[in-house]
């Protein structure tokens, strides 16, 4: 089975500044996608962006980019010119491409400072 | 639109007690998904249905039993209530396909005492 690891559990950042968001995976399916979560502290799941395992190009959208190294096994998330509402919970999710089977890491606490 | 929507918002059990939670999407959306969150935990997945007629076990599915009632509504069941089910549970839904994410409900908070 998959699993999904997210080493840091909180981390801070200035506003305005860029944060990388580390996430690692082990599979053996070699099909898969990758997802980011934010969870505010409201507790809702907000989806971020996606990368699959046979994209060539790093996904980008907006500030949010996935910094895929497919031999590391590493998706971090990039997040550019951080604002105060990106302080929040964020998820790294894997789903292998022959099922339904989605795991999470246990997620990195951001905190934005002014 | 509504999107995702759970009913209850919070519930308290006690153990031994039965209950259902409900969920709806009215994004027509062919696979639905059960999730649980423990604190400092991400989420687990309980139970999907891949599309409607189907269920399958995700990664904790002891203790629980789902129904895919139809395309719209996925029920997720505690047959006898245990202060390990205690947790926040999540419906989520999502178009068939790799690529596709998963858009989530409000979440439901229960409590077994």
């Known amino acids: 089975a998959q699993k999904i690891t997210q080493t840091q559990p909180g981390m801070f950042v200035q506003e305005k500044e860029a944060v990388t968001l580390d996430c690692t995976y082990d599979t053996s399916d070699p099909s898969y996608g990758l997802f980011w979560y934010k969870q505010p502290s409201s507790g809702e799941m907000i989806f971020l962006i996606y990368q699959g395992s046979y994209d060539q190009q790093n996904a980008t959208e907006g500030r949010y980019s996935l910094n895929f190294q497919k031999a590391r096994k590493s998706a971090n998330l990039v997040i550019s010119a951080s604002q105060l509402g990106d302080s929040a919970m964020y998820f790294c999710?894997?789903?292998?491409?022959?099922?339904?089977?989605?795991?999470f890491g246990a997620g990195t606490r951001l905190t934005v400072k002014p | 639109n509504a999107g995702v929507t759970q009913t209850p918002k919070f519930q308290v059990l006690k153990t031994g007690q039965s209950m259902t939670l409900q969920c709806a999407q009215d994004m027509n959306h062919n696979s639905m998904y059960w999730y649980r969150q423990d604190p400092g935990m991400g989420l687990r997945l309980i139970y999907y249905?891949?599309?409607?007629?189907?269920?399958d076990k995700g990664e904790v599915p002891n203790g629980y039993n789902v129904s895919r009632l139809n395309k719209r509504e996925f029920s997720l069941r505690l047959e006898s209530a245990a202060p390990s089910q205690t947790s926040v549970y999540f419906c989520?839904?999502?178009?068939?396909?790799?690529?596709?994410?998963?858009?989530f409900g409000p979440g439901t908070r229960l409590t077994v005492t």
């Open positions: 999710a894997m789903r292998p491409y022959n099922n339904n089977d989605m795991r």
């Open positions: 249905s891949a599309s409607e007629g189907t269920t």
């Open positions: 989520a839904s999502s178009e068939l396909g790799q690529s596709y994410e998963q858009y």
